[in-house]
């Protein structure tokens, strides 16, 4: 759309059990905290649904809508089917979200996508340091142990209030 602000993405890219929705739970509020209006894309590999069996509008859904929009005072929803189609296009996503009610869009999966990211190690989780393969969009590191042979910015894993400051610097820079 002609003129509209495109807020600013943000990756948690990791290996799976690296902590990446605790680290989100942690930094969401603690971004808001900042004054900042975070928003969320969470991919899933698994086939989810948001809706529950049994409910009329999940009922009204599989009778075959192609767009489902469920709304109540606290929260709206808007489910569209997608069968026949490719997997989503992260920016096209995001153009989904209100831009006017968001300061930018953390996203969690979408890993080789070419947005910044903030990549996760945590010694012990299953993997080596020696295999962390940053590309061109990783603008930090957060660890739980040095990692001296990255010439990139390394937070604090386990510091969720050093890493919203960073997220909250970099956001500033960006506009």
Do not use: C
Not at 21 to 27: D, E, P, V, Y
Not at 74 to 103: C, I, V
């Amino acid at each position: 759309m002609a003129g509209e602000i495109m807020v600013p993405l943000l990756g948690i890219a990791a290996w799976s059990g690296t902590g990446k929705t605790t680290l989100l739970k942690a930094l969401i509020p603690l971004l808001r905290e900042r004054g900042l209006r975070p928003g969320l894309i969470k991919h899933t590999h698994h086939d989810m649904d948001v809706d529950t069996p049994g409910k009329d509008s999940y009922e009204l859904r599989k009778a075959g809508a192609a767009q489902t929009l469920v709304a109540s005072a606290k929260r709206w929803a808007l489910m569209t089917e997608t069968p026949d189609e490719a997997e989503p296009d992260l920016h096209y996503l995001a153009s989904r979200m209100n831009s006017s009610q968001l300061d930018l869009i953390l996203v969690e999966g979408f890993k080789h996508d070419a947005i910044a990211k903030i990549m996760l190690f945590r010694e012990g989780a299953g993997r080596e340091a020696a295999e962390l393969t940053p590309d061109d969009y990783v603008i930090a590191i957060a660890s739980d142990t040095p990692l001296p042979q990255f010439a990139l910015p390394i937070v604090d894993i386990n510091d969720p209030a050093q890493i919203a400051e960073f997220i909250a610097d970099w956001l500033a820079e960006q506009h």
